[in-house]
Every structure is written in C-alpha cells, then in structure tokens.
C-alpha cells in the first residue's frame, strides 16, 4: 500500500488505539506516533454492578432467565465509539488530508458504525488486521505490502 506524506494512520482495537503520521513518503514510510489512548482493562467486578437477573441453581448447575451482558465488549464499543468521535474532531478540524484505519474486523466494524461524513470523505484505506502491539517497524513493513 503507498502511503503518502503526512497522511494520518490509526492503529486500535477495543483497547488502544494509536494516531500515527507519515513523517516520510510513499517510498519510504516513517510513521510517528501522534497521540496513544488505551482504557484499563477492568475485572468484571469493577464493570457490573449486580449478578443476572432471576436465577435458579439445580444440582451441578446454575441458570439464569437473563443473559449476562458482555461489560468488556460493552466497553470496547464505547471505546471505539469515543476513538471514532476524536477522529471526527480532528477531520473537521482539517488536522489531516487522508485517513487509513487498521483495526481488527469487530473493532473496524464498531468504528465504520461511527463515521461521519468529514472521515469518510478522507478515508483511502481500511485494514482488518490486528497490529496495535507491532512494533513500529513491523507495523510499516506489513502495510507497505498490504
């Protein structure tokens, strides 16, 4: 993939997410981190606040009438709804010409569902890949070849 100049590349997940620009060319990719957000990774206990609803235990077994919610992936979609927010911000704000978003299939999708018109008229690129732990290296390396 070329990567022009001063382009603007976010790497996320549910978790983390990294605002990199292309301080080099299409030729000769040198990404420098912009900004780096991330959330706690919490225990269940920290994140909900009472067991599911009516429930009724037999021998060897618990049920329940209501399914658990996922708190963590509650929390990763409002993690992702925020990072698509601050994206937003800075797309109207004209802080970047060209956009390329790198985030895991469920987080890309989680993100796509927040998009604006001011980031979709600036997004070149999408990569459902997972490479917000790649060093910097690698991460240039398998987008250049993507």
Known sequence: MRISHDTLVLVADGRKSLFLRNEGDA?????????????????????????????????????????????????????AADTAALLSRRAHAHHFAELIVVAPPRALGELRRHYDKAIEAKLVAEVDKDLVNHPMEKLETILKAY
């Open 27 to 79: 030729e000769h990719l040198n990404l420098v981190v912009e900004d780096q957000r991330g959330h706690a990774d919490l225990a269940d206990h920290d994140l909900k606040a009472d067991a599911p609803g009516r429930s009724f235990a037999s021998v060897g077994s618990r049920r329940s009438a209501i399914e658990e919610t996922d708190y963590h992936q509650m929390e990763e979609d409002r993690f």
